[in-house]
């Protein structure tokens, strides 16, 4: 809910006209994409950072580039970790959660 209530307002001030005094338009378009990340939206962020990546009319600075390879370090994680989880560990969890309803109606 607070991630999307931000996501309105730093898109909201990438839209105006004016340059913000307090942020960057690249670091407005950063922290939407840190925003959609936030709310789980992985494939949205994950876009968002390549496309501030691969902008070559905007000038990153060493730290924001930095930071947006982190954040799309951490989602990549994420989704590998995710099908990890699901190809090695489904036989599991299906043979658990029949094990656990079985024994609820007995």
Known sequence: MGS?????????ALNDSRESTFLTKVE???????????????????????TILTDHSVQLTSSLQAQILRQLGNVSFVFVFFFFF?????????TFLSTFFLLLVI
Request: one cysteine or more; hydrophobic letters at 45%; a negative charge.
């Open 86 to 94: 699901l190809f090695f560990f489904s036989p599991f969890i299906h």
């Open 4 to 12: 999307n209530y931000s996501l309105q307002h730093f898109t909201a």
């Open 28 to 50: 407005l378009r950063f922290n939407i994409a840190h925003c959609y990340d936030i709310a789980g939206d992985l494939d949205r962020a994950a876009i968002e950072y390549r």
